[in-house]
């Protein structure tokens, strides 16, 4: 899979982590609970931008931890129902780029990409082509995910 792009940087490294090889390995095995203690409940807010560029098409679709819990076990349930000619967890991994993350004190914004595909067994492909900005806080030493602004146009 992918290996952190910041090794020499434990802050960055740590959101890396945080971002790419274990919230893929949760989405894979729809396992909430592997993913759960990332995110900072109070606060919470996600916002779905509907694959548009245009930030009058996005709205405040997850307002508590809860409602974008349901709707990321909605999509994993869905993913884990689909078949693949590929392993889904490598082409999340190869479509997935978390090369820029932004610190300032104990705030950061993470820039995760997605762009590729995944080969489904029927003979066609799924195309991955989005992108996440996700808020992150440094809590106790540790950084988690107190919101994000999602499913953006990318590319």
Same mark, same amino acid.
């Given at each position: 899979?992918s290996?952190?792009?910041?090794?020499?940087?434990?802050?960055?490294?740590?959101?890396?982590?945080?971002?790419?090889? *274990?919230? +893929? =390995?949760?989405f894979? =095995? @729809?396992?909430?609970?592997?993913? $759960? %203690?990332?995110?900072?409940?109070?606060?919470?807010?996600?916002?779905? @931008?509907?694959?548009?560029?245009?930030?009058?098409?996005?709205?405040?679709?997850?307002?508590t931890?809860?409602?974008? *819990?349901?709707?990321w076990?909605?999509? @994993? =349930?869905?993913t884990?129902?689909? $078949?693949?000619?590929?392993?889904? =967890?490598?082409? +999340?991994?190869?479509?997935?780029?978390?090369?820029?993350i932004?610190?300032?004190?104990?705030?950061? +914004?993470?820039?995760?990409?997605? %762009?590729?595909?995944?080969?489904? $067994?029927?003979?066609?492909e799924? *195309?991955?082509?989005?992108?996440?900005?996700?808020?992150? !806080?440094?809590?106790?030493?540790?950084? !988690? +995910?107190?919101?994000?602004?999602?499913y953006?146009?990318?590319?």
């Amino acid at each position: 899979m992918s290996l952190n792009l910041f090794p020499a940087d434990p802050d960055r490294g740590q959101i890396w982590e945080m971002l790419v090889p *274990r919230d +893929i =390995a949760a989405f894979i =095995a @729809a396992d909430w609970s592997m993913v $759960a %203690d990332d995110f900072i409940t109070d606060g919470f807010c996600g916002l779905h @931008a509907h694959g548009s560029r245009d930030p009058d098409d996005w709205t405040l679709s997850f307002p508590t931890l809860a409602a974008y *819990r349901d709707e990321w076990l909605r999509q @994993a =349930a869905e993913t884990a129902a689909t $078949a693949f000619a590929e392993d889904p =967890a490598a082409a +999340i991994h190869r479509a997935t780029d978390l090369s820029r993350i932004d610190i300032e004190a104990d705030m950061a +914004i993470a820039h995760k990409k997605f %762009d590729g595909t995944i080969r489904l $067994a029927s003979g066609r492909e799924d *195309r991955l082509n989005w992108q996440t900005l996700y808020q992150c !806080r440094r809590v106790g030493g540790r950084w !988690r +995910i107190a919101g994000f602004t999602g499913y953006m146009a990318h590319r």
